[in-house]
Structures are given as C-alpha cells and as structure tokens.
C-alpha cells in the first residue's frame, strides 16, 4: 500500500511540474507581439484615425465659420450703430478731393480718411483705437506710423483687429498669393453691389453694357439692372447714387436706409474676403487703406483668383488677382460658400452655386425686382 502511495503522489507531482513548465515556457513566448499581431494592431489605428479625422476637421472648420459669423453679426450691428449717430452707413474717402493737390484716393494728403473699417471702430469695443486718430489729417499715414498703437508698438498694417479676422482664412500663410507684408490681416468689405467692373488682359467676364439685350441672351455681368455703371460706384457724375448699385461706393457715398428701397432684408451689405485674391484688397495699409475696400457682387462667389487648384493668379486672363472683374468679389476659405451681412444685420451663408441673377438681385439695393431664386 505503501508503495502505491509513493507512486500516485509522484505522478500528481510529475503532472504539476509539467504544467508549471508548461506554463513559464508560455508565459516566456508570449512575452510580446508577433510581427503579423503588430500590423493588425497599426492598420487598425490607421482605419480609426481616417475615419475621426475628417470628423474632426469639420467640427474645427464648423467652429471657424460660425465665429466668422459672429464677427459679421457684431460689424452689422455696428453699421445699424453708426447709422443712428450718422444718419447714413459708413462711407470711405474722397477722391479728387480740391484741398489736396494729389487727392486721388492712392495718393497722401488729408482727404485719406481710412475705410469702413475705422469708421467702425468705436463700435466694435475699439474706442482707443479710434480715439487716437485725428481726422482732420491723413489717418493712412497716421495708422502706418510705428507706435501709434501703444499697446504693439507696431505698425496697424501688422496688427489683425479680431473682429475684422476670420478664422478661417489660409491664404495669409500660404499659396502662390501669401504676402510678405502682413497687408491683408482682415476679412470683411462692403458691397457696391452689381457694379460693371473693369477688366484686364481682355477678360470680359461678369461685365456688361446694357440692360436688356445682353440680359435677354443669358449674358450676365455687372450693371443689370442699369443702376451700376461703369467703374467703382464713383463714376459720372461723381458719386451719383444712381450710378451705385450697392449700399457703398468706392469713395465717400453710402446709403441712408430711405435708399434701400428693395428691403434692408432682402440686400446684402458686405460679406466675406479673401485680400490675397485682389490687388486692392491686398494693397497698402490693408483694413484701412482708402483705395481698397470696394467689392462687388459682379463677380461669382469664390470665383477663383486666389491660386487655388494650381491656377496661376499671376497669368494674363480672368484668374488674375489684378482683373477686377473676377477679383473684386466676395469669397472666403469656407467649403462651398462665404457668409454675408444683409441690410438688417442679419447673417447668411450663400453658396457660391447660388443662382447669379438671384445673387445679383440680392447685390442691388434698388432693382425693384423679387429675388429669382431662394438660396436656403
């Protein structure tokens, strides 16, 4: 009996032992991955962050245009502000202005009063800024002199104003059109509305010379609705509001309510910019450069002069930045559109495949006619 003992505990020993081996040399072999476990692992990684990152691109891209937006919102209810004080809309500088020898608006001298922009100022929580300035005398070339901002102690074409910036905007940095000079640190302009806009190096596009029969053929420009002549909103007889489509001109004319006789509703006031894609708007002291704050509803949203797509902005046709034409519209760096003002404050994303006669109608303040199409 004994004996049998002896041999049963040594076979529970013999298999206990056994497993114990078993088990290190286990544990010994599965100390890490094998490479196959290892590539699963990374190719799984790599499926979830393609599938979150474009999720999370959108909802950054989503914060950025509804804080663009906002700064809309806050110049269009500093319009309404400066409209109570002022009994009119902001307004630009005189050109040809008799007290100044050279008074062309891209020349120096004391008619250079700044833009939209400043007059703006007080408005949107800026009053030192503003305060600083002295009217009486050129305010380009006070804001381009160093320390007049004593907060920077820098040149005002440098410093981005946060309610002039939209967030969204990438041609700053990047691109063919990047600028050197930190000119073009603001995002926003009035509209002159559907104005015939010149061209350059034979670009016709968006321009028009009469009313009804080019209209009549599908030929759509600037000038439909026979109140936006040619040029700026400036042209013949000067400053004539008959000849100003919008509800500013590229000088010193603005609206007063009683000239928005389509609607305050129903008409845009300025929308979005990209400065890169415009000589004027990329120009000189940027948000306050007297000679660039006119933009139209001529040209079709986003209309293409900025270099994107590996067009080439500096080639002699209707993608350059200089043909005023194409250049000098509303466009922004949002997906599918850019954000507008309207006449009563109100903020709306219009997609850039918006019907043109209907974007036109909405660019007018006094066409008389009902928007063609509804853009939401």
């Known amino acids: 009996m004994a004996i049998l003992f002896d041999l049963g505990s040594g076979v529970r020993m013999y298999r206990y032992l056994s497993e114990r081996f078993a088990m290190r040399n286990f544990l010994r072999k599965r100390r890490g991955f094998t490479l196959v476990e290892l590539l699963v692992v990374i190719a799984i990684i790599g499926i979830l962050v393609g599938l979150l990152l474009p999720a999370v691109q959108a909802a950054r891209e989503a914060a950025r245009r509804m804080q663009c937006g906002n700064n809309l919102k806050q110049i269009g209810l500093a319009i309404h502000n400066y409209e109570s004080a002022f009994k009119r809309f902001p307004h630009g500088s005189v050109d040809n202005d008799p007290r100044d020898l050279n008074g062309n608006l891209w020349n120096a001298g004391r008619h250079r009063k700044g833009t939209v922009l400043v007059k703006l100022l007080p408005f949107i929580e800026q009053t030192a800024l503003y305060s600083s300035i002295d009217f009486s005398q050129d305010v380009e070339a006070q804001l381009d002199a160093?320390?007049?901002?004593?907060?920077?102690?820098?040149?005002?074409?440098?410093?981005?104003?946060?309610?002039?910036?939209?967030?969204s905007d990438g041609t700053?940095?990047?691109?063919?059109?990047?600028?050197?000079?930190?000119?073009?640190?603001?995002?926003?302009?009035?509209?002159?509305?559907?104005?015939?806009?010149?061209?350059?190096?034979?670009?016709?596009?968006f321009r028009t010379n009469t009313v009804g029969a080019l209209r009549a053929s599908g030929i759509l420009g600037g000038n439909l609705f026979g109140n936006g002549g040619n040029g700026h909103g400036y042209s013949g007889p000067y400053n004539d509001p008959r000849n100003i489509s919008g509800v500013i001109s590229r000088c010193d004319w603005s609206a007063k309510f009683k000239d928005i006789t389509d609607g305050t509703s129903n008409v845009i006031a300025g929308g979005e910019i990209l400065p890169s894609c415009h000589d004027h708007h990329r120009g000189g002291g940027g948000w306050y450069n007297s000679n660039g704050q006119w933009t139209a509803t001529s040209a079709a949203i986003n209309f293409n002069t900025c270099g994107k797509q590996g067009v080439n902005p500096d080639a002699n046709n209707c993608n350059s930045y200089r043909s005023w034409n194409t250049s000098a519209g509303f466009k922004s760096d949002h997906t599918g559109g850019a954000t507008f003002i309207y006449g009563d404050a109100s903020v709306h994303f219009l997609p850039d495949s918006i019907d043109y006669l209907s974007y036109q109608q909405m660019g007018s303040r006094n066409d008389g006619e009902s928007v063609s199409q509804s853009y939401e």
């Open 146 to 167: 160093s320390g007049v901002w004593a907060a920077t102690r820098t040149n005002m074409r440098n410093v981005a104003i946060p309610s002039y910036r939209c967030p």
């Open 172 to 205: 700053s940095s990047r691109g063919p059109l990047a600028l050197v000079q930190q000119n073009h640190l603001y995002n926003y302009s009035m509209s002159i509305g559907n104005q015939n806009l010149d061209g350059q190096f034979g670009c016709a596009q």
